[in-house]
C-alpha cells in the first residue's frame, strides 16, 4: 500500500540526479564503468537476513517487524544495540576505515579511524528519562517513544561514523531504521550494517533492525519517502537533498551544509588560535561541516596569526599560488538568467590531501603538510563557498566589528557553525546575536563543539535546517502525555 503524501517528483529527481552526478555516477549506472568514474561494482542483494535490500518496500517491511521485536524486549534491548554498536564500531575501526577511504577516496585514514574510536561518546539510552508532576488535581506523566520506522540518508564525507550514531541515536529510541547511503560510500556502511545486523541477531533474535538498501538510486530514494511503514526521515547531507525532504510532507529532521566563518579579536594569543584553527580546518581534510573554512583576522592581529600558522605547520601559499589553485578548484559559471557569476566546486579536489592542493597550486610543501592558506579578500570563492578543502582563507578586518559583519555574510544564513578568539565576552556576544549559529565555539577547535575536547556529547548528524541541533536519541522521539485526574496526593 502506497502513502498519500504528495511528493513533488521534480524536485526529488533533480536533487538526487544531482547528488549522484557529483559523484560521476547515474541513477542505473552499472557501478563499474570508466565514463562516470565508479569506485567499482554495486552488489545486488535481495533479502539476505542481514538488512540488506534491493527493493526500499522489503527493508522498510523488514525495519517495521524488527520495530515490533524491539518493542517486546524493552529498553534492555535497546541498550544491548547501543553497546553493540560501540563495541564493533571500535574493534572495527582500521578496517572500516580503510574501506570508507578506499571507496571514496577523501579524507585521511588516521582521522577516519578516530571518528570510528570516538563512537563510544554518543548518547543512548540514558538520554530517554521520562518528566512527571504531581499536584492537587493529579498526576501527569511525559514519555518519549518511539516513532517506528525512519528512513535515514547519509553522506560520503562520513558514511559508517554517520551510520553508527544514527543507530545508536535512533534505536536508542526505540525505533528501528532504514539507510540510503551516498552512492559513493555506500558499500562500506552495507559492511557495518551487515556486521551490526549479524550480532543483534545472536544477542537479541532480531532480525534487520537495521536496514540498508542497496544500490541506493533515486527510486530507492523515492520509495523509502513513499512506504507507509516511515514515520520520520534524518537527512544529512547538502542544502538540494534537505530542501527535497523538507518538502516530503513527512517529519523531516535534516542536518544541512555550513560554511563556519572563524573571528580572531586584536586580543587573541596568535600561536594558540593557530594551532585550534589548523587542528579543526585540517581535520580529515576539512570534510567536517562544523570545520573551519575560513578566517576574519582583525588587522592588528592578521600578519601575526599567519605567522603563527606557518610555525605551526601550515603552509602559505604566494598570490600567484592562490591564483593557480583557485583556478583548479573552482569553475565560474554564470547563472541561467544571465546574473551573477557563481563558483562550482571541483569535486576532484574535495576532501584530498594538502600536498594534492599544493600541487594543483604549483607549490612543493614539506612532507606531512596538512593544511594550505593564503590570504584573501572577502569576496573570495575560497570564503564563499564551502569547499572543504585543507586550505584556509584569511581575510583582513579593519576591526572585530567588520569582521562579524563580514563572517555573517560568508556563513550564507545557514546558522550552522561559528568560532571566535577572543577574551572579550562584549564579542563573543556580539558575535553570538549577529550570527546565530547552532554552533558556537570560543577559543577551541570546531570539534570542541561536539564534545571533542569540550564539554558536550557527539553527534554526526547537527540538524540545522530544523531546529534540533546536535542530534541525540530524543530527537528521534514524540513526545506523549498520560494524565490521571484525582485527589491523589498525601500531603
Known amino acids: 500500500m502506497q502513502s498519500s503524501v504528495a511528493i513533488d517528483e521534480s524536485l526529488v529527481r533533480e536533487v538526487v540526479s544531482e547528488v549522484l552526478s557529483q559523484l560521476g555516477r547515474k541513477s542505473g549506472c552499472p557501478g563499474n564503468c570508466s565514463e562516470h568514474k565508479c569506485a567499482g561494482p554495486v552488489l545486488l542483494r535481495r533479502g539476505r537476513g542481514l538488512g540488506i535490500f534491493e527493493d526500499p518496500a522489503e527493508a522498510c517491511e523488514a525495519a517495521a517487524q524488527a520495530f515490533l521485536k524491539l518493542q517486546e524486549q524493552g529498553v534492555a534491548a535497546r541498550a544491548k544495540v547501543v553497546e553493540i554498536v560501540k563495541t564493533l564500531a571500535v574493534k572495527n575501526q582500521v578496517e572500516w576505515a580503510k574501506l570508507e577511504l578506499a571507496e571514496t577516496k577523501i579524507g585521511r585514514l588516521d582521522h577516519k579511524i578516530e571518528k570510528l574510536d570516538i563512537i563510544k561518546q554518543v548518547p543512548g539510552v540514558e538520554f530517554i528519562y521520562p518528566w512527571a508532576r504531581s499536584g492537587d488535581h493529579g498526576i501527569t506523566h511525559e514519555e518519549y517513544t518511539p516513532f517506528g520506522v525512519i528512513a535515514a540518508v547519509t553522506p560520503s564525507t562520513h558514511s559508517i561514523p554517520t551510520v553508527s550514531g544514527n543507530i545508536i541515536n535512533m534505536v536508542a529510541a526505540g525505533n528501528a531504521v532504514v539507510f540510503n547511503a551516498h552512492p559513493n560510500a555506500a558499500q562500506c556502511a552495507v559492511k557495518a550494517v ?61 542536518a544541512g551544509p555550513g560554511n563556519p566563518p572563524v573571528v580572531v579579536a586584536e586580543d587573541a594569543d596568535p600561536d594558540s588560535a593557530a594551532k585550534k584553527i589548523i587542528q579543526g580546518a585540517a581535520y580529515d581534510n576539512n570534510l567536517l561541516c562544523v570545520g573551519e ?89 575560497f570564503v564563499k563557498e564551502e569547499q572543504m578543502m585543507p586550505f584556509l582563507p584569511v581575510t583582513r578586518s579593519r576591526d572585530v566589528h567588520e569582521a562579524i559583519r563580514a563572517a555573517k555574510v560568508a556563513e550564507h544564513n545557514y546558522r550552522h557553525t561559528s568560532i571566535i578568539h577572543t577574551q572579550n565576552v562584549g564579542y563573543m556576544t556580539e558575535m553570538a546575536r549577529a550570527l546565530d549559529t547552532t554552533l558556537f565555539i570560543k577559543n577551541g577547535p570546531c570539534m570542541a563543539g561536539l564534545g571533542i575536547g569540550g564539554e558536550g556529547y557527539l553527534s554526526y548528524t547537527i540538524a540545522t535546517p530544523t531546529g534540533e541541533g546536535v542530534s541525540n536519541p530524543k530527537t528521534f522521539t514524540r513526545v506523549r502525555r498520560c494524565v490521571m485526574v484525582d485527589n491523589l496526593r498525601i500531603y
Open 194 to 254: 551487515e556486521t551490526y545486523n549479524e550480532a543483534i541477531r545472536a544477542e537479541l533474535g532480531i532480525e534487520n533492525l537495521v536496514c540498508m538498501v542497496d544500490p541506493p538510486t533515486l527510486e530507492s530514494f523515492q520509495g523509502m519517502c513513499k512506504n507507509d511503514h516511515v514515520r520520520l526521515i534524518c537527512v544529512t547531507g547538502g542544502e538540494g537533498v534537505v530542501k527535497a525532504a523538507m518538502g516530503i510532507g513527512k517529519r523531516a529532521i535534516c
Open 293 to 381: 573554512k575560513e578566517v576574519f583576522a582583525v588587522e592588528s592581529k592578521a600578519d601575526a596569526l599567519m605567522a603563527a600558522l606557518e610555525r605551526n605547520g601550515a603552509y602559505r601559499l604566494s598570490s600567484s599560488q592562490l591564483e593557480r589553485l583557485t583556478a583548479a578548484a573552482f569553475t565560474i559559471e554564470k547563472d541561467r538568467a544571465g546574473g551573477c557569476a557563481r563558483a562550482i566546486v571541483n569535486r576532484d579536489l574535495l576532501g584530498r590531501d594538502a600536498e594534492v592542493l599544493a600541487k594543483a597550486a604549483g607549490a612543493q610543501v614539506p612532507a606531512g603538510t596538512q593544511l594550505l592558506f593564503a590570504e584573501t579578500g572577502p569576496d573570495h570563492p
